[in-house]
Nanobody, 121 residues
């Protein structure tokens, strides 16, 4: 079992930055790929970024490439999502997930409760 707790969300102006953190419990954290997904009101949950268990591979949604960076610290059981140049369309609840490497929600077995990111124009 892995429990995930996100933090770092908030309200930011367009062009600003935020760093989300996801703290994981459980000694098997470094066996899982980690992903960030987001869900805006009235929309389906969508892929944002993923990182392999080793941290050597990453993938991003086209909409965030060049603006967001995913990283993980296995020693701290934490995964991060650094977000730059935020846009109003980035407004959503951001979820951390643990599972197998990929962009589909079906690859991830464990989910956090989400953290709200609101970008004002």
């Amino acid at each position: 079992q892995v429990q995930l707790v996100e933090s770092g969300g908030g309200l930011v102006q367009a062009g600003g930055s935020l760093r989300l953190s996801c703290a994981a419990s459980g000694r098997t954290f470094n066996r899982y790929a980690m992903g960030w997904f987001r869900q805006a009101p009235g929309k389906e949950r969508e892929f944002v970024a993923t990182i392999s268990w080793s941290g050597e591979s990453t993938d991003y949604a086209d909409s965030v490439k060049g603006r967001f960076t995913i990283s993980k610290d296995n020693a701290k059981n934490t995964v991060y999502l650094q977000m730059y140049s935020l846009k109003p369309e980035d407004t959503a609840v951001y979820y951390c997930a643990a599972g197998t490497y990929g962009t589909s929600t079906y690859r991830y077995s464990y989910w956090g409760q989400g953290t709200q990111v609101t970008v004002s124009s």
